[in-house]
């Protein structure tokens, strides 16, 4: 009788204490990952940079066919967080590679007789200059790029508040 009352509070124990299961509608503007375990600095930063890409997407692009995001600009993440980056921009287009892996390819680019990219077929590079980066404020530039004769260039001013970064247009280049 005792071995039996054990048994069942021990199932009604684990059933109670380790079955909730917490879920966020929405992973973009979650700090964790359920796949990959980034630091909440790292997790911050992958926000930023998702969300100033993707206002720069909106400022101009060269189509969604692809985006080809120049890892390289993605600073202070590790390797596993520029994968992130790139799987956070899929709202953006189905296709989303590094930019290194795609450069080279006639498909997706015109390359000129010297070997230089002129423009995207209907897709867009995405990069980013951080100019100054704090825990809660940063000052960042994106690239919006899709030909040599049309890109834009907006800088941001972005504030993290209430677990999220909210950004403020400072300045546009257009080329």
């Known amino acids: 009788m005792k071995q039996s009352m054990l048994i069942i509070i021990l199932i009604l124990t684990l059933l109670v204490s380790g079955c909730t299961k917490s879920t966020n509608n ?3 503007n979650s700090l964790q990952n359920n796949s990959t375990e980034f630091s909440y600095d790292e997790m911050k930063r992958i926000h930023l940079y998702v969300k100033v890409m993707k206002a720069a997407f909106n400022e101009g692009n ?6 080809a995001v120049n890892k390289n600009t993605l600073v202070n993440l590790s390797e596993d967080g520029k994968q992130e980056v790139l799987k956070r921009l899929v709202t953006l287009s189905d296709n989303v590679y590094a930019f290194d892996d795609v450069k080279n ?3 997706k680019f015109e390359i000129d007789e010297s070997g230089n990219l002129t423009h995207a ?3 867009t590079v995405l990069s980013i200059n951080v100019h100054e980066y704090d825990n809660n404020c940063a000052k960042i530039t994106a690239t919006s790029w899709y030909s040599n004769n049309a890109a834009y260039f907006p800088t941001y001013k972005a504030t993290y508040r209430n677990e999220k970064w909210n950004l403020e247009l400072t300045d546009i280049a257009v080329s």
Request: aromatic letters at 6%; charged letters at 25%; zero cysteines.
């Open 26 to 28: 929405n992973p973009e």
């Open 105 to 107: 390819d006639v498909n």
């Open 121 to 123: 077929k209907n897709g």
């Open 62 to 67: 060269g189509g969604n066919d692809f985006i």
